[in-house]
Every structure is written in C-alpha cells, then in structure tokens.
C-alpha cells in the first residue's frame, strides 16, 4: 500500500519518524573528551609591515596569529618606546590585531612596542610574554641590550615573573613618581631577563616583584630590586645582578589598633623596632600600672591595664627612647571583656616536653597570685609535691614550673578552680593537662666550627629547621664553635647575615637613599641529625660579595 502524501497518515508516520531519528541522536551524544590542557600562548603567523622593518612610513601594524585570542587591559599593559602623545588604537579583528597610529613619528627612531601580557588566548589566558615589535623611522634599528637575573635577597633562589624596569637616567625620576616604564621585560622561570633593541644612553634599572601587575612600584609588600650605579650602555651588557628585598617603609603607622575580646590593647606597627615601649599619656596615672608585652619581631605590642575604668586613652610610641606617634582608643565606660584565664605550653603536638627542659605556662592575662595549694601533679597515679611555679621576671605572662622530670612516667596537670588570680581579680576555671617526657634519644647534638673571612666584622649565624623555622641566632666576630644541645633529630640549614652595621639584625635597604639589604649567605648543604647523634659540621662563610 502507497501512502498519500497528503494524507494524515503520512504526516503522522513522517512526524513520528523524524522524532525517532532525535531521539535516538540525543541518546547517543557523548561529551566531548578532554584532552591535555593548552598551556601555549597566542604566536605571530605574520606582520605587515613585518617585525624589525626599516624606514618604516606606515599608518598601521596588523599582525596575524594562530588562534584566536583576546586583548587585555591594553593601554595598561603595552607600551612604545619612545612614547607618543596620543596612544595608539587597538582592535582585535578575529585572529588579526590592528594597531593604528594615532600621532606622527619622529624620524630616524627606533620604535619598540612591548605587549606585556596583553595578548592571550581565549579559552585558557596563556598570556604572550616579552612580545615585542620593533621598527625604525630610519634606515637603523639600535641593537644593544642589557641582560641578567633577579634573585631574591632572603632565600637566594632565583625569581620568575618578576618586572624589570629600565629608566633613561634622564627619566629616572618617573621610578618614584609611580609612572609606569616603556622598555620592560618579565623575568623566566630561572629568574633570567633581557631588555634588547636599547639606544647608547645612561640608563637605570630596578625590579619589582609585585603584588598587583601595573609595573609600578606602590605597595609596601611588594619586592623591589635595584643596583646604584648607572649602566653606561655602549655595547652589550650582561649579567646585571638584581636583588630583591622587602624595603622597610619609610614612615611608621599603626596597622591595627584596636581593644582585643579580654581587654588588652592590641597594636600592630607596619615595621619592626629597635627598641620600643610605649607610654600611656592620658588618663592621668594609668602609665605606672600597666604591663607591656613584644612580639618577638618587636612589631606588635600588647598592653594590659589594671585599671579599665575610663572611655578613652592616649598611647604614645617610642623607638631608642624616641618619640614617633602618638594614638587614641576609645570604648565604653562600663564595657564588660571576656577575661577567662587560659594557658599555652612548651609542649609538643603530641603532648612531649623536651627532656631537661622546665615547663612554661603562658596564661592568656598577667598573673596577680598563685595558689599552689590548688595545683596537683601526678606523677602516673602518685600525686607529687615538691615542684616550684614561679613568674618569668623576663616576661609579663610566662610563669615557670620546675621539676625533677623522670623518663617513661605520665605526668596530669591539674588547676583547680581559683589556682590563679589575673590582675582584674579574676580565678581560672578548672584545667587539666597530660604529657610525657620526650626520650633524650630522640635528640642530638650539633657543633658548627665556623671560620669568618674578616675577623673586623661581625656575623649572625642562623640556625633554621626544616628551611622555615627559625631555631636559634648567634653573633660572632671570630673563628667559633657553636654548639646546639637537645636539638630534635630533623634537617636543619645554616644561613648567614654580614652584619655590616653590627646591630644584631639584619637590614634591609631602601631604593630611595640607593642603600643595598645587607647581604646573606646559605651553606649550601642540608644538615641531617639523627636520633642520639653527635654532629660537627665545618663552615668557612665566604668573603662578603661587593653588591652594586
């Protein structure tokens, strides 16, 4: 039987094989497979006029790439050297890029355009880094270069994406006027970088590793780098050597200050001190009773009161018995604070103190008074009493609790109720804490036998566990031996500052003033201490490098 093709039937059988058909593709679609992700930026097919072109007269640049791709903060992040009044038109024409003069060219110049990362592909933002293109006016193109690496002053490992910024000297004020550079480059991956296509001239260089991409210098977090002499570029130069440091701001503020949930003062300086304190100006009488505690990075300061009845109060800050601000806080009259005592311990994570070692207590407030009578140790389930807690005359908070600790026994802490007084009169609640002694073979002894290149200068050895945490320093002027006890077993690295200025620390620099960090040196190898060891390892710190 032949169908009408104008008879319902027909449609119907038509409708319904088609809909089949969709469905039965529906069913059988299948996602796209994944393949390896594209880490490859955007690349030139072709310029017209083409890179590197002479005698250039053209109005326009277009320039073809393999991919489609996307343009980004354009008048950020590409520059002309030399700069042009009126900035250059952008336009992304699928694959092509159109750039459009919009202001004359001077004659007999070579002209550098630096794209930064202002080209990248659409789907992933693999950026084109160090893309340059380059023409002359003239029938010349200047051909020198200048070249190096950037290394960060602290850790001396080699720095990526790091900006680095060259100034004509007779522009070299725009570097603190946070006016970005027209010749630039990014360092690579081993911290390498090259600035070519450069005219004979006097020039200065500067790095920076930045907190956010605008090739300016403009956060007291960022890293910069300089070197203080002028390059005389009049041929190639190689191997400049860029340091970078975190410069200590020029002027002191107050990062935070603020009254803290039991009371205390917390406040937080945008630098470290020499040697603070701190004086209460206002109300009349508090300064003599209060008690101030530093950060170790002597950074931040903890002031308690015993006095808290008044709404506001005026703290003036000193560095070496110099005033160098002043602040006011404020708060509520009869404002009530959380002031529950609780304690911190020299104790392990795995609850172990070091054998040999007292136990510290740090309570969260000042002790006023101590209620032995209220304090038990157990000694597994022997409860002891010939112990001593007394307070760190070195520290506000710290108290100390001295023992004959013994090996393979379980020590229980227990804090009644009222055990301790806080100096706003109140008692802590009820506390208990558990801990062994840790086994003595589990630590080692390490001796340094270091040898100073001049002994007319001074050192300050370091001592670092696991490359991060800072174990112990020491200062020495000659040929010493220093010796760690009690160290845990762990790898450990040697570095050291060349004190210059013989202050203890070490100092950073300033780009302003043109003065270079003080330089540090790592041992090159790592120190293994194995359990119930005696290691001597042997240090000649090298001659100071002369830094630029």
Known sequence: MVLNPKSPKFIFFYVFICLLFLVWGCANMQRPQGGPRDLTPPKLLQANPPNMTRNFNAKKIEMDFDEFFKLTNQYQEISISPTQEKLPEYNVRRKKLVIEFQDSLEKNTTYVINFGKAIADVNEANAMKNF????????????????????????????????????????????????????????????????????????????????????????????????????????????????????????????????????????????RLFKPSVKIISPAGLDNQKMVEFSKTRDTAYIFMRNMDFDSVSVAVSDNNSPIDTTTLRKNRKESFQKGITFSYNISSDNKLRPSNDLLLTPSLPVESINPAMITLKEDSAVVSNFQIVKDTSSVRRLVMRYRWKQDVSYQLTFDEGAFTDIYGNKNKKALKKFTIDKPENYSMLTLKVSVPDPTKQYIVEIFRDEKNLIRTDIITKNSSIVYNNFPTAKYTVRVIYDANKNGRWDSGNVRQMRQPENIWIYDKEITLRANWEAEEAITIPKEPVIP
């Open 132 to 271: 340059t293109y380059v023409f002359s006016t003239g029938p010349h193109i200047d051909s020198l270069s200048i070249s190096g690496n950037v290394t960060n002053t602290q850790t001396l490992q080699k720095e990526k994406d790091v900006s680095v910024l060259l100034f004509p000297l007779s522009k070299d004020s725009l570097f603190y006027s946070k006016k970005k550079p027209s010749i630039f480059a990014t360092t690579d991956s081993s911290g390498n970088f090259s600035l070519n296509n450069l005219r004979e001239d006097s020039y200065r260089i500067y790095a920076i590793k930045e907190a956010s991409p605008n090739r300016v210098y403009d956060n007291e977090a960022e890293l910069v780098a300089f070197i203080k002499d002028t390059i005389r570029l009049t041929k190639d130069t190689s191997n400049i050597q860029l340091r970078l440091f975190q410069q200590d701001p020029e002027n002191f503020r107050f990062v935070e200050r603020r009254f803290d949930v039991d009371g205390k003062i917390l406040m937080v300086f945008n630098k």
